[in-house]
């Protein structure tokens, strides 16, 4: 089945900083790789997601950038804020979104020091 | 808020006991998705529901069982219960189920404490 590697598991950035959290996976028909937001105490709550068919995608102070030949992509966070504190989770899902079950990373804890 | 519910929020119980856990989708979903989270083994798929139907298979233990009724909502039944059951329990909606373009949206979780 799919695997899927996130690293770093803790990373601390200045506020204002830029953060990137990477993942890899070892599946290569998986086509649909979202990022979650864990708050404490809560569930997580997407905040973005790309399909295989692009290789960007930008939301504000939030990008996501793929490539499929290394299979690994990445979550970019910029001009952090202190709400941006939590644990991100990257996914993987083979038939896409809503069709399977989706194979989430380890999880990063982001700290951002004021 | 996402829209999903589930209940109860906390669930405390001892070994060898049966528990059943509750979820409601947002308005209009039709898929359901029940996964676990522990601090071992991260966030895992169990089980995917889509109308009534098993869509989707992940790691599931034979102890537990899944069900979604005609009104959309899912109940998670856990049996036979361990201490390393003790977890949270989230599920999750989305639309169809049966697109690719189709987010998965989770609710809140139950946290299980097995004694």
């Known amino acids: 089945g799919e695997n899927v590697e996130q690293h770093p598991s803790t990373l601390s950035v200045q506020e204002g900083d830029s953060a990137v959290i990477k993942c890899t996976y070892s599946?290569?028909?998986?086509?649909?790789f979202p990022w979650y937001k864990q708050e404490l105490g809560k569930g997580p709550q997407l905040i973005i997601d790309?399909?295989?068919?692009?290789g960007e995608k930008k939301d504000q102070r939030i990008a996501v950038t793929l490539n499929k030949t290394a299979k690994h992509f990445s979550l970019h966070i910029t001009e952090t804020q202190p709400e941006d504190s939590a644990v991100y989770f990257c996914a993987a899902s083979i038939r896409g979104g809503g069709a399977d079950g989706l194979t989430f990373g380890k999880g990063t804890h982001l700290i951002i020091q004021p | 808020d996402s829209g999903v519910t589930q209940t109860p929020k906390h669930l405390i119980t001892a070994t060898g006991q049966r528990v059943t856990l509750r979820c409601s989708p947002r308005?209009?979903?039709?898929?359901v998705y029940w996964y676990q989270q522990s601090l071992d083994q991260g966030l895992q798929f169990l089980i995917q529901y889509y109308n009534g139907e098993e869509r989707a298979k992940g790691n599931i233990l034979e102890r537990f069982s899944a069900q979604q009724f005609p009104d959309l909502h899912s109940e998670l039944n856990l049996s036979s219960l361990e201490l390393g059951d003790s977890a949270l329990y989230f599920c999750a909606s989305s639309p169809q189920g049966a697109r690719r373009t189709d987010t998965q949206y989770f609710g809140p979780g139950t946290r299980l404490t097995v004694l």
């Open positions: 599946d290569s028909a998986s086509n649909y």
């Open positions: 308005s209009g979903d039709l898929s």
């Open positions: 790309i399909r295989s068919n692009v």
